[in-house]
């Protein structure tokens, strides 16, 4: 921690953790969102932004070397931001992961009960279906720990190569828009403007994930139609599995 009267920020914070999960980042903010009257506590009335949070006027930086969300370990994280008020602004916050990375800036704004969250962000360099996909966009939620999910919103574009949706279904080059909720309870994604090129064919059409984790793309090509069914698991089939399930129908 430093203080510096002259500056446009007068503190300074500097943290490095070792390893942190997303529930311990939020039970660390859960001061600048409690009530401070019985009638607010019972959300009767409008929650008052307390005098040492609308003071706040900092910024710093974050490191955390093992980061995680509910358990499961993703990779170190940093990130640069100003605190002003009940506002959290991140100049820049990237995450790399074991496979992909994930850059994103944005705020978060702790001014009501739920923290509101909106970012832009790209993610590059990610394993799926035996090619690399690659996606920039915006999203927002609000809320924490699981309601934080259930409220996720995001949207924007993907692109990818030499992925192979199915046993079946391979293609050198894929892209389009994107839309993805979990407002239904499962991971809710819909595909747009969809361009796939396999050889010297290209195929345009659209496509949905199902509650079940199957992933459904129609395709149409000179009047020629086609549906993939995939799913949102990044990995492919074994040879093995195939011919298993082949011998089964």
Known sequence: YHYNAAAKHPE??????PAADLAELEAA??????????????????????????????????????????????????ARFTWRGANLTFGSLQ????????????????ASYSPVCRFNATASGFAWRGGVLSAQGEFSTSGTGTESLR??????????ENVQLSGEDSFDTVSGNFDFTFSDGWPNLRLSKVQAEDGEDSWDG???SQSDGKLIVDLEHDG????????????????????SAATAQ
């Open 224 to 243: 020629h139609q086609r549906r993939v069914i995939s799913t949102l698991a990044p990995e492919i089939p074994a040879p093995a599995a195939l011919t």
């Open 29 to 78: 903010l859960d001061p600048t969102l409690r009530a401070q009257s019985l009638l607010a506590r019972l959300r009767l009335t409008r929650r008052s932004i307390p005098p040492w949070l609308a003071a706040r006027n900092l910024d710093g930086d974050l490191t955390i070397s093992q980061f995680a969300v509910n358990g499961a370990d993703l990779g170190p994280l940093s």
């Open 151 to 160: 409220n996720l919103q995001a949207e924007g574009t993907f692109s990818g």
């Open 95 to 110: 995450l790399n992961l074991p496979e992909g990375l994930i850059r994103a800036r944005g705020s978060l704004n702790l």
């Open 206 to 208: 659209e496509g949905a």
């Open 12 to 17: 300074h914070l500097h943290v490095e953790i």
